[in-house]
């Protein structure tokens, strides 16, 4: 199975890093949401560059301890399809819960 990313859209993007909680590191987050104008070709360029390294997909279920609305990373993406004015703010909650929650010692430091 491959993704199929034809109906994929990119309207919003904004990059922070996590940092490694084990190490010390701090999150380092984007100052500014970068805007795609309806007549940019950037994000079909963002596309294919995003997903040219996906071969075959792997799947991971994000588990709450009841139901999905328990999940907070499901909570918070949910809203940003809601209401696109959260993007940025539920962006930098979803950095934080990652970083709070990911104190396994392979969990490596990277981009969201």
Known sequence: MLFDIINASLENLV???IGNWNEGEDNSYSKN????G?????PDLLK????????????YNFVGTASLSDNR???FTKSI???????????????DHL???????????GEL
Request: with cysteine; hydrophobic share 35%; proline share 4%.
């Open 99 to 109: 970083y709070n929650n990911s104190s396994h010692p392979s969990i490596k430091s």
């Open 15 to 17: 990059i922070h890093h």
């Open 48 to 59: 294919q560059y995003f997903f040219a390294s996906f071969g075959q997909p792997c799947l």
């Open 38 to 42: 309806n007549d940019s070709e950037m």
């Open 73 to 75: 990373v499901y909570e």
């Open 81 to 95: 399809f809601e209401d696109t004015n959260l993007f940025y703010e539920n962006s930098r909650l979803i950095a």
């Open 33 to 36: 949401v970068v805007r795609f």
